[in-house]
């Protein structure tokens, strides 16, 4: 709801509510406040993990494209064939 990614169709399906209701609740400021608080939460969390890192995004790409020989179709891509 926050992005407005879902229709309010949708949105409405996945709450089990009607459409008119999810309206109603958009234009409720304490409604439009807790959305943005949900959010800033989920942005933390994501920040704080895996690949949201730059550091983990550097060992993982790292890993890539240095990655081991395979002796079938020799280095990886950037790799060298010397061990």
Do not use: C, Y
């Not at 990614?5 to 949105?11: E, K, V």
């Amino acid at each position: 709801m926050a992005a407005d990614s879902l229709s309010i169709p949708q949105i409405a399906q996945q709450l089990g509510t009607s459409e008119s209701t999810v309206d109603r609740w958009k234009k409720v400021p304490e409604f439009q406040a807790r959305i943005q608080e949900n959010i800033a939460a989920f942005r933390t969390k994501f920040l704080e993990r895996g690949l949201a890192r730059k550091e983990s995004r550097l060992a993982a790409l790292s890993h890539l494209f240095r990655g081991p020989v395979d002796t079938d179709r020799g280095p990886a891509i950037g790799g060298t064939s010397d061990p």
